[in-house]
């Protein structure tokens, strides 16, 4: 191993498991990095031309050149160190150099920068570059050599050079001091973060179909273990990303839930003719909160406190069934009347399994709005009442919808009849002058819709 390079030492790895399936290993251990040299910035202070930044440099190197005379013999982690198959001295022959070159590059990029309105940033990232080439030590093989005194040396200039400034002073000392003495941070199991978000997926209304549709499998594909506190240094030339602790990952699973709620509402879906059948939306509600009910349990868990957001997704449902309700009392069924003629649905006279075979076609065409339950696109050619079935939200252009309701007649799918467009407008939505639109594409040079390639395949011999 060479200056700068870094081996990953492996103690132990644990399989992790989500959704009842081993996913991946999680491997835990220590990172062993050689040291390396790191360069200075320029400014108007300069340290090459400066008799005190010369005298520290100086000072430093002898020192440190005088410690590490006993290195790796001098303390049991280094010992540790020595024993090690992969550690030479030749590694360690240039620290004490670059620890005094590290001190005098850094206390006058602190100098440069103090008075500088990104003041904090620019020193604490230049920093944490030079404390970076330190490299680190193996586990159990001590601290990286002389950092705590390179670390000693910027406290005492910060200290000189801020005596004015009680604000930077203090937000820079204890930056330091928390590289001195560091925090145990907050552990990062991926095993508990794993079950965490398992028993979130499980926990939210994923099954109101009408409102999320196949959400669910994308959420299970997709696990956001990535912070976006991601962090890059321009000195180091590196970008920090962070995985997610249980905190952060918490605090992740509302923003989540809360995206979800206000994005997803009976208002958006009425109004889209997704939802048309208040009612069953009220039933669906009612059993999604009840089902929330067991879900939540009676019992504490300390890995799931599913506390912080059941009370926001209690809320939502009961704002949706509201809705729901009031809606119900306002609009009146457009065919109630004994008055009047009962308008049914198309009447398939194909196969029965092709209508089928159409639904998964239409869906991954994106002509049709993939949140579209199969019974209901199945409904729409039963002859049943138009009362009963839910209407299709057609999601490709509106002559695509024309040319293939049109070619279920040329292909003797659905009966000929005067009532064709107007029946699907019934069926399907949104509305639109159907008549004319088949006018509009009959008469241009190929007879035909743009986009008609995706209809057309719907009724190859292979496939229908």
Known sequence: MKSGDSKFIVEKHVPLYFCGKKIDNAFEGSVFTIPFSILPTKGKHDYETCDKCQ????????????????????????????????????????????????SIFTNSHITNHIGNSNWFNEITEYIDYAIESFGSMPKDCGEPLYLNNYLLDVQQHIKTITKTDTQKSSQLLDYINQKINPQASNIIDLQIILNIYEKWLNFFPFELNDYFGQLKSTYQQQIPLLSNQHKFNKYSKRQQIKIHDQISFSQLLIYMTDDLLI????????KKNIISDAKKAQVDLLNAEFLMKSKSGYKSDSLFDHDKYSG????????????????????KPSVNSSNQKEVKSFTWLGQTDEIEVIYNKLISSD????????????????????????????????NQLVYFIDNLRIHKKIPISTQLWALAAQCFSPNAHYSQLKDLYENNKTGKPSGFGKIDGLFRSDTI
């Open 367 to 398: 002509l049709i709005d993939p949140r579209t339950e199969k019974n209901h696109f199945i409904a729409i050619f039963t002859g049943e009442s138009i009362l009963n079935i839910q209407k299709i939200n057609w999601t490709g252009k509106k």
């Open 263 to 270: 994005n997803n509402n009976g208002a958006t879906l009425y």
């Open 55 to 102: 005298a520290s440099y100086t000072e430093i190197f002898q020192r440190t050149s005088k410690l590490i005379e006993s290195f790796p013999d001098c303390c049991d982690g280094h010992r540790n160190l020595a024993k090690r198959k992969d550690f030479t001295k030749i590694q360690f022959e240039s620290v004490p150099k670059w620890a005094a070159e590290k």
């Open 312 to 331: 926001m997704i209690k809320q939502w449902l009961d704002e949706q069934s509201e809705y729901w309700e009031r809606l119900q009392r306002i609009i």
